[in-house]
């Protein structure tokens, strides 16, 4: 479809992109999901009426809503008319308790809070923490003390406003360790240039992950509405539903995580070979590391078609193509800026091509992000222009840059730097392992020692002589102080819904574990 790219940028500018593409294409399905469809004309009119009940309900221009919903049409209502009513939103994880998820509501200063009647306990809960938000919708049914939402929407003009205000986000931080949290910045996440290479109209964009982690939220969602694409959203992710939504729907873009690649090639082979992927341009992946066995798979069965990014919500980094990955496997890119990425030893100098410090990003103008209710944090994860997720890699001498760990998730054992990803991709090239995770666990002798936790794939028997053999496995790939004296098999390891691993929780189990048994602790 034709786009007038001044009138586009003008009503992004506004907040108003979405009205842009109502107006030029009304009935092109913008959100398909199993709780309800929207053209782009209603999911932009219904944006209109909320904006407006909302500031007939006395919010004003950065003003701040919270919303605890699921991946549904409403998320989207509530981020567009956000977005043009100037208010600052932010979506709060669903797995959090009542107490938890009303710590950011209060903390982000919400003075509406957007509920899904699925979560109605917690949402009421942390409601009660929350005293600030006076104005409070239930999505999806009833909560006690919400409004309808329907009934709320219902009641006013959906026609676009005469005074649109371009809102803000601000998104919340994992919290491992901690309280988590708020980012802000004085956008909201968008389009990162043309960076799917999008037709309007034509392409569908398949969303895997919960809208309230940032990945999706920019990727899976404002990104694709704003350059005139539809969604369709997934309430949950399944590697099989996945291939069948890919076919049904001939979904040309996605955004996905190395654990849903690593379950998706861990599928049988006559339906991996019954699948119809041949509609798919486009898989931007990223939010955790990606073993170079399990991309590569994904490469041959799908084609180049994997973008693979460097983020976090504090801010961006790199890019790398399948075609520039083939030719330099394991790396993230190069920095979509030049020169936004440096490397540091401990005494923030520069190291040379090849050694491995801690990675830094440079922040771009206008682009400075900051912990809300903490200038302290904000001020420690700077230095100068360029700041730090606490990453650790390395850059080659064309500039592209390697991520070898966490500084936080490394093992020290008897004096020596050991980092999990590097054992874990190891055990995931095994046959048996669906999934891996490796901690380092109290030792009198050497301070830590190489633990792996392994869950295994559907039909593999646990064993004394699997662990033996996997450790073997390990052994024969990688140097042997690297490797894990002990492995502990389990149900399912403790993931977020970005694929990141709850590594914390592991620790602290294990270690409690040790100390109990007469370990040191």
């Given at each position: ?60 221009p950065g003003d701040a809503i919270a919303l605890l919903v699921g991946n549904r ?108 949290k708020g980012v802000r910045r004085k956008a909201t996440p968008s389009a990162v ?50 291939l069948a939504l890919v076919a049904r729907h001939r979904v040309t873009h996605s ?267």
């Amino acid at each position: 479809m034709p786009v007038q790219l001044d009138d586009l940028r003008e009503a992004t500018r506004d907040g108003m992109a979405l009205a842009y593409w109502a107006a030029r294409q009304p009935d092109v399905p913008a959100i398909v999901s199993p709780h309800g469809d929207r053209t782009f004309a209603a999911l932009n009119a219904r944006a209109n009426a909320l904006a407006r009940a909302l500031r007939s309900r006395g919010l004003v221009p950065g003003d701040a809503i919270a919303l605890l919903v699921g991946n549904r049409p409403e998320f989207a209502e509530v981020v567009a008319a956000a977005q043009r009513a100037g208010l600052r939103f932010t979506p709060v994880n669903w797995h959090l308790t009542g107490d938890e998820a009303g710590y950011v509501v209060d903390d982000c200063d919400a003075k509406a809070f957007v509920a899904d009647a699925r979560y109605a306990t917690s949402a009421a809960r942390a409601g009660d923490c929350a005293p600030g938000a006076r104005v409070r919708l239930a999505v999806g049914g009833a909560i006690d003390g919400f409004e309808s939402y329907d009934d709320v929407v219902a009641g006013y003009d959906d026609s676009d406003l005469d005074d649109p205000v371009v809102g803000s986000s601000m998104l919340y931080t994992s919290g491992t360790t901690g309280r988590p949290k708020g980012v802000r910045r004085k956008a909201t996440p968008s389009a990162v240039g043309n960076l799917f290479r999008y037709r309007a109209g034509e392409d569908v964009h398949l969303c895997t992950g919960p809208l309230y982690h940032a990945a999706p939220l920019a990727f899976s969602l404002v990104s694709p509405l704003h350059a005139g694409v539809g969604v369709v959203v997934m309430d949950g992710w399944d590697a099989r539903e996945t291939l069948a939504l890919v076919a049904r729907h001939r979904v040309t873009h996605s955004h996905m995580v190395p654990t849903m690649f690593h379950r998706l090639l861990a599928l049988p082979d006559d339906v991996r070979a019954g699948a119809d992927v041949s509609s798919l341009r486009l898989v931007l992946h990223g939010a955790a590391p990606c073993p170079v066995h399990v991309k590569q798979a994904i490469i041959d069965w799908w084609g180049p078609v994997l973008l693979e990014y460097y983020a976090a919500t504090e801010g961006l980094g790199t890019f790398v193509t399948s075609e520039e990955w083939l030719t330099r496997p394991g790396t993230v890119g190069k920095p979509f800026v030049p020169g936004s990425i440096r490397v540091l030893d401990e005494h923030g100098d520069d190291v040379p091509p090849g050694v491995v410090g801690t990675v830094y990003l440079k922040s771009l103008p206008g682009a400075r992000f900051e912990y809300h209710h903490d200038p302290v944090k904000t001020e420690s994860a700077y230095r100068g222009d360029f700041f730090t997720l606490g990453d650790v890699g390395r850059l080659d001498e064309d500039g592209y840059l390697y991520l070898t760990d966490r500084s936080s998730e490394l093992i020290i054992s008897g004096g020596v730097n050991i980092y999990p990803a590097e054992v874990e991709a190891e055990l995931l090239a095994h046959p048996a392992v669906a999934d891996a995770a490796v901690i380092g666990v109290p030792d009198e002798d050497l301070g830590e020692t190489v633990m792996a936790v392994v869950e295994v794939r559907d039909g593999v028997e646990t064993s004394d002589a699997l662990a033996e053999e996997l450790v073997a496995f390990c052994r024969d790939r990688i140097a042997h102080y690297k490797c894990p004296r002990t492995v502990d098999f389990v149900d399912a390891l403790p993931r977020h819904d970005n694929g990141k691993l709850y590594r914390r929780l592991l620790r602290d189990r294990y270690r409690a574990a040790a100390v109990d048994a007469g370990g040191s602790s």
